[in-house]
C-alpha cells in the first residue's frame, strides 16, 4: 500500500502520465514487444490503484499518440487488441471502483469495434466521481490545440462568438480536458526527457518528473518517489519565492 510520506496538501489533484519504455522492458527480456505492452496494462491498473488509495482526482495516460499509427502494422495491431480486452476486462471493476473513463484525441481513426467499446465504457462510468480516468488514444497536443481553434472558428463564423471574446479560459473551455484542473504533476518513465506532443497546453506551469524506470516496472515506490519530489518543489505561478512565503503565512 502506498506509504504516509506526502502530506495531503502537496498531492497532485491531476497526475499526467507518459507510459513510456515497454518495449525495451520486453527486449531486455529477449521478448516481443507486445509483452512489454501487456504487461504495462498491469502498471496502469497499478497506478490507478495507487491514486484511488491517495486521493488523486485525476489521471491522463498517455495510451496511444497520434505518430504512433507508424509503428510496425503487427504492434499497432496487438495494441488494438489490447485496448479492446483491457475494456472488455476491466469496465466492471472501473466501474465497482467509482472510476469515470474518458478518452482524449481523434476517436474516428479506430475501428468501429473498439470505437463502440469506448463510447459504452465512458456511458457506463460516467456517473463516477472518485478518480476521473483520461486515456489519450490517438492524441496529441498540436491536434486539440487545432480542434479547439477550429470549433471557436466555426461557433464565429455562425455568428455565435465575437473573436475578441476569445481568451485563455474560452479556449481552454474547447480543449479535450475542459473542466478539469490541469495536470500538477508529469511524470514520464523510459528515460527520455520529452513532452512528445502530450497535453501542450495543459502542462504550462505543470512539474515535470522523469524516471529511467521502464513503464511495465512501475510500482508503489517509484511512484511515492515522484511525488515526494512534487512536495518539495515550490511552484510559484510567475510570482517570487518571498510572495509564495508570505501568503503562506497569511
Ligand atoms: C510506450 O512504450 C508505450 C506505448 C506506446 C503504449 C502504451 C500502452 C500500454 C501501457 C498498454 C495498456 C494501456 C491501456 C490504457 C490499457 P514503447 O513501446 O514506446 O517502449 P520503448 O520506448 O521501449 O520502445
Do not use: K
Request: glycine share 8%; charged share 25%.
Amino acid at each position: 500500500m502506498p506509504t504516509e510520506a506526502t502530506p495531503p496538501a502537496a498531492l497532485p489533484r491531476h497526475l499526467a502520465i507518459i507510459m513510456d519504455g515497454n518495449g525495451r522492458w520486453a527486449r531486455l527480456r529477449h521478448r516481443p514487444r507486445t509483452l512489454g505492452h501487456r504487461v504495462g496494462a498491469r502498471a496502469v491498473n497499478l497506478c490507478i490503484d495507487y491514486c484511488l488509495a491517495r486521493g488523486i482526482g485525476a489521471l491522463t495516460l498517455f495510451a496511444f499518440s497520434s505518430e504512433n499509427w507508424r509503428r510496425p502494422q503487427e504492434e499497432v495491431s496487438a495494441l488494438m487488441q489490447l485496448f479492446l480486452r483491457a475494456l472488455d476486462r476491466e469496465i466492471a471493476e472501473l466501474q465497482r471502483r467509482g472510476v469515470r473513463v474518458r478518452f482524449i484525441g481523434g476517436r474516428e481513426a479506430f475501428a468501429p469495434e473498439l470505437r463502440a467499446r469506448m463510447d459504452q465504457a465512458e456511458r457506463a462510468t460516467a456517473g463516477n466521481g472518485r478518480l476521473a480516468l483520461n486515456v489519450a488514444a490517438n492524441y496529441g497536443g498540436r491536434w486539440d490545440i487545432a480542434q479547439a481553434a477550429a470549433r471557436l472558428a466555426r461557433r464565429a463564423m455562425q455568428g455565435g462568438l465575437d473573436p475578441d471574446a476569445i481568451d485563455e479560459s474560452l479556449f481552454a473551455s474547447e480543449l479535450s480536458l475542459a473542466g478539469q484542473p490541469e495536470p500538477d504533476l508529469f511524470i514520464r518513465t523510459g528515460g527520455e526527457r520529452r513532452i512528445s506532443n502530450f497535453l501542450l497546453w495543459q502542462l504550462a506551469y505543470t512539474e515535470l518528473y522523469f524516471t529511467d524506470l521502464l513503464w511495465p516496472d512501475l510500482s508503489v515506490e517509484a511512484l511515492d518517489a515522484a511525488l515526494s519530489d512534487f512536495a518539495g518543489r515550490q511552484r510559484r505561478f510567475g510570482q517570487t519565492a518571498e510572495q509564495i512565503e508570505a501568503s503562506g503565512r497569511a
